[in-house]
Every structure is written in structure tokens, then in C-alpha cells.
């Protein structure tokens, strides 16, 4: 398969607004991106994660295999740090910054994002949301990866439980940010898609 790379809405080389409006449906946004018929893989970190099981829910068999990173229980919530990221993307970190708060719009930042785009994502009214009876119909092969310092995406077993054909691989040493430079996880995912 031939591999397409997609920013997600307000990150990297996409759209760009400051208005939390214009990311009312993230995943319509992003099946815009991808091709119209075919199955394919998906390999979602994060909110990418939360967005392609909201797209395979949608459509059923849009994807034969999904790896799913930095995502747990945390599907079943709006992100819990979204307003504190977002005031701080949009006015700066300083010295009360709490630490974890401060990592992650570095984070942001350094992987080329405009922080008032992140901002207005982050800001968005809460969607995907996604509860266990509209996820049970995911029925494709799913791979289940995150660190097991990740204070974000833990506990795995609420989201593991409701996938079907879902497997799980806990990554040691490893915190929610650093997750998709691991090798272990890495290799996890060539793995799983070339079974």
C-alpha cells in the first residue's frame, strides 16, 4: 500500500484558522484527505486515533487494519487539558506554567504547528464523541499502543474491551509525547500491519 500522510485540521501543513468553528466535524475534515474507495490502514496517534475510529465508525470497512497510539480510555472524554493547552498556545508559557502543560505546547510547537490553530482545535466543541456502543461496530483488526507512563491515553482497558479484534501493546519507559519516536512502538505498528 502506498502510504499517505494527513496533518490533522490546525496542525501541520493543513488549513489554518483561529476560529474553534472551522474544526466542528474533524473527521469529515480528514476523510476529505483521503482516497475515495479502498481499503486501507490507518496509523492515528492521539486525537489522529480518536479521529480515525470516528471515520471507521462512519464508514465500516473503510479500513482493514487501524493502529491506534496514545489512545485508551481517554477516547470516552474530551481531552481533559484542552482549555490549559489552548491558553497556553495562545498566550505564551511563563514561569507558572505547570510542567506537563508546558511539554506538551512545546511539543506542539516544535513539530511546526501555528499554536493558534492548535489553540482553536483544542477549543472546538468536543468531537469525535465517541461512547463503547457507537465503537463496538469497529470490527477491523486493531492495535492498541501506548507508553506505559501515559497519563493521557491510560487506562487501555475501557477502549481495548470495546474493539472487537482489538490487540495491546504496552511500550515501557514511555510518556504520551515521546510515544511516536519509540522504536518498540514503532516497530509494534510495521509489525501488526504486515501480518
Known amino acids: 500500500m502506498e502510504p499517505i500522510a494527513v496533518d490533522l485540521p490546525g496542525h501541520g501543513r493543513s488549513r489554518h484558522s483561529s476560529d474553534p468553528a472551522d474544526y466542528a466535524d474533524l473527521a469529515k475534515s480528514v476523510v476529505l484527505d483521503l482516497p475515495e474507495t479502498g481499503a486501507m490502514y490507518g496509523i492515528g496517534y492521539s486525537l489522529g486515533g480518536k479521529l480515525l475510529l470516528e471515520i471507521e465508525r462512519r464508514s465500516p470497512g473503510r479500513f482493514s487494519r487501524l ?34 502543560i508546558k511539554a506538551l505546547v512545546e511539543y506542539a510547537i516544535s513539530a511546526g504547528n501555528d499554536p493558534l490553530s492548535v489553540a482553536a482545535c483544542l477549543r472546538r466543541s468536543p468531537n469525535p464523541v465517541l461512547s463503547s456502543q457507537a465503537i463496538s461496530s469497529v470490527d477491523c483488526e486493531t492495535l492498541l499502543v501506548c507508553g506505559d507512563r501515559d497519563s ?27 510515544l511516536p519516536e519509540s522504536d518498540v512502538f514503532q516497530r509494534a505498528a510495521l509489525t501488526f500491519l504486515a501480518a
Request: with cysteine.
Open 67 to 100: 493502529v491506534l497510539a496514545g489512545v485508551g480510555g481517554n477516547v470516552f472524554a474530551p481531552e481533559k487539558l484542552g482549555d490549559v493547552v489552548a491558553s497556553a498556545l495562545e498566550q505564551g508559557v511563563t514561569q507558572d506554567t505547570p510542567a506537563g
Open 152 to 178: 493521557i491515553a491510560l487506562p487501555l482497558e475501557p477502549l481495548a474491551e470495546v474493539l472487537p479484534r482489538c490487540q495491546v501493546e504496552l511500550v515501557p519507559g514511555v510518556d504520551h509525547l515521546h
